[in-house]
């Protein structure tokens, strides 16, 4: 039974120290990128309604990519005063998640929200696409068709947050990458 102990023990310290999940490059790339902007908040335009009827149209939008660790970016979006909504990207069993979590002043949760899905498998660096899970669907039964497109550029300049439902462009923000706003502590 002693013998047996030590390669129990060594094993099961082995499995401890993997990774808790293992996402394919791609995504492990884009997230890797994403995370060397930890700290880091910039502003953004709406690019896509480009007409005054949107609710976004006029209002200065930001992002501030506060929170990063080696299984979870948050991403706090806030559309003038209203800081409502949080981009959580995180490694998960399935791949790349996105999810939307929208909290009241007092931070309780609000109603609608957690809503997003699990990135597709491809092998695009530097853009990731999210299709909606049932959650979603069950959540918001006229997003079932969304997909949610995070994207960087190129060159690295910009930061995308693009929205389709049922495969029509719906929504697209830019941020721009080169003049961070301020260093979050």
């Known amino acids: 039974m002693k013998h047996l102990l030590i390669p129990v023990c060594l094993l099961l310290l082995m499995a401890c120290s993997k990774p808790l999940y293992q996402l394919n490059n791609s995504q492990e790339s884009f997230y890797k990128s994403l995370s060397k902007h930890c700290g880091n908040s910039y502003a953004g335009k709406v690019v896509f309604p480009a007409d005054d009827k949107d609710p976004f149209a006029g209002k200065l939008l930001t992002m501030h990519i506060s929170t990063c660790s080696d299984t979870t970016i948050r991403i706090p979006f ?22 939307h979590d929208h909290r009241h002043k007092d931070g309780t949760p609000d109603e609608v929200t957690m809503y997003g899905g699990v990135a597709l498998a491809t092998e695009e660096k530097l853009e990731q696409r999210f299709l ?12 079932a068709t969304n ?36 260093t979050i502590k």
């Not at 909606?132 to 997003?143: H, V």
């Not at 930061?159 to 462009?169: A, E, G, V």
């Open 78 to 99: 806030h559309v003038g005063e209203d800081k409502s909504r949080t981009w959580v990207i995180s490694k998960t069993e399935q791949g790349l998640q996105l999810k």
């Open 147 to 182: 997909e949610w497109t995070l994207a960087l550029s190129p060159d690295g300049r910009t930061f995308s947050y693009i929205l389709k439902r049922d495969n029509q462009l719906r929504f697209r923000a830019d941020f721009d990458l080169t003049q961070p706003l301020k």
């Open 132 to 143: 909606a899970d049932a959650y979603t669907a069950q959540l918001i039964p006229a997003a």
